[in-house]
């Protein structure tokens, strides 16, 4: 039998307070003052695989939207990360992020030094909303339900621990406090409302699963790297490398 709505939407609410990337141990290092440069760099530099892929997962999914309605609705999401001629967007705004942390834009930018598990994830989200029903593709972005408490612990923390953090240099985030809010009341509102067989919640509620393992093997390939045991893939950055001119 399907839930009630409301069983629903906590059943989806349930997935993220025992799943989501928050609870990481990498997320704890960094905002609490632990991560070295080098491990702060590393994160920021592999972070962006993920901001520039994700207009293109959004274009994916209106590719495959015969709603004119639902796609002007989603197509904000797409401005909100490329900006306009006038308006830097988020992509934008992560790269003046690696440059206060010391890397070069344009390094950053290619993607060049970015661990293979990084690349695997991001892509993985991608193909898996180019793929799956329109419900699956919808839901697997909800886990921007708990973004904004993300965000709002990073602001405070890396304020708080590191010399690089100021509003210019944090303004992606302070950006993602406004945005997602957005985003993701329509995208909930979208789910509850489709999701009216058990067997469609069971899929939602394995889409936003899936999309919380995206988050969480790309921050296990970090950790990995370059905390523990520090086993740096071939061809990844290294410290040192890509540094600001
Ligand atoms: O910093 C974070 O922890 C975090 C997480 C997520 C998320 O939950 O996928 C997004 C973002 N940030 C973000 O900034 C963002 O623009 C975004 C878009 C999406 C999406 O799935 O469409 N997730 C996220």
């Keep these: 039998m399907a839930h009630s709505r409301d069983e629903f939407e906590k059943r989806l609410r349930r997935i993220g307070e025992e799943r989501y990337h928050d609870k990481h141990p990498f997320h704890h290092m960094l905002h609490s003052g632990q991560c070295t440069p080098d491990q702060v760099q590393a994160?920021?530099?592999?972070?962006f695989v993920y901001q520039a892929h994700i207009p293109m997962k959004?274009?994916?999914?209106?590719?495959?939207?015969d709603d004119p309605v639902l796609r002007r609705i989603w197509r904000s999401r797409i401005e909100d990360h490329d900006g306009s001629e006038e308006a830097p967007g988020g992509i934008e705004r992560?790269?003046?992020l690696a440059t206060a942390v010391g890397l070069d834009r344009d390094y950053v930018a290619s993607m060049q030094g970015a661990l293979p598990a990084s690349r695997f994830a991001v892509e993985a989200y991608?193909?898996?909303?180019r793929d799956r029903t329109l419900l699956e593709a919808i839901a697997s972005s909800l886990t921007e339900l708990f973004a904004p408490k993300i965000h709002s612990?990073?602001?405070?923390?890396?304020?708080?621990?590191?010399d690089f953090a100021d509003e210019?240099?944090?303004?992606?985030?302070r950006n993602r406090l406004v945005e997602a809010p957005k985003d993701v009341a329509f995208g909930l509102q979208y789910v509850l409302d489709h999701a009216d067989t058990r067997e469609?919640?069971?899929?939602?509620?394995?889409?936003?699963?899936?999309?919380?393992?995206?988050?969480?093997a790309q921050l296990d390939a970090?950790?990995?790297?370059?905390?523990?045991?520090?086993?740096?893939?071939?061809?990844a950055w290294r410290p040192g490398e890509g540094m600001a001119k």
């Design 43 to 47: 994160w920021v530099l592999n972070r």
């Design 58 to 65: 959004d274009a994916a999914l209106m590719s495959r939207c």
């Design 94 to 96: 992560w790269l003046r």
């Design 126 to 129: 991608v193909r898996f909303v």
């Design 153 to 162: 612990e990073r602001i405070e923390g890396l304020l708080q621990h590191y």
């Design 168 to 173: 210019n240099s944090l303004s992606y985030f």
């Design 200 to 216: 469609k919640q069971d899929a939602a509620a394995a889409a936003l699963t899936f999309k919380t393992d995206v988050l969480w």
């Design 222 to 235: 970090l950790h990995s790297a370059y905390v523990e045991p520090g086993r740096i893939p071939p061809g």
